[in-house]
């Protein structure tokens, strides 16, 4: 059983930058590809961005390309996102999860852990 803890969020005016963070329980965090989703109000979970677990490999949703990064260390168990040129639309609850394939966390059905969550606010 992995245990996945957010931190980071916040509120922030438009254009501004958070560092999410996400720490995990697990000594086998290396072994999983770790993503980002998010969960506005009214909306459903959607992909963000995921990492294999060498962190050789990254993917990102269209909407976030260029501006949010992931990256990963594994000595610390724990995966980030750094968010910059934040918009209003970027205002969410953001999860961290775990999976088998970097690939397959494009589709939230394929996370086998998730993490509690934290939220993100941009004001205009």
């Known amino acids: 059983q992995v245990q996945l803890v957010e931190s980071g969020g916040g509120l922030v005016q438009t254009g501004g930058s958070l560092r999410l963070s996400c720490a995990a329980s697990?000594?086998?965090?290396?072994?999983?590809?770790m993503g980002w989703f998010r969960q506005a109000p009214g909306k459903e979970r959607e992909f963000v961005a995921a990492i294999r677990w060498s962190g050789s490999v990254t993917y990102y949703a269209d909407s976030v390309k260029g501006r949010f990064t992931i990256s990963r260390d594994n000595t610390k168990n724990t995966v980030y996102l750094q968010m910059n040129s934040l918009k209003p639309e970027d205002t969410a609850v953001y999860y961290c999860?775990?999976?088998?394939?970097?690939?397959?966390?494009?589709?939230?059905?394929?996370?086998?852990?998730w993490g509690q969550g934290t939220e993100v606010t941009v004001s205009s």
């Open positions: 999860a775990a999976g088998l394939s970097e690939y397959g966390l494009k589709n939230r059905d394929s996370a086998d852990y």
């Open positions: 697990e000594r086998t965090f290396s072994n999983y590809a």
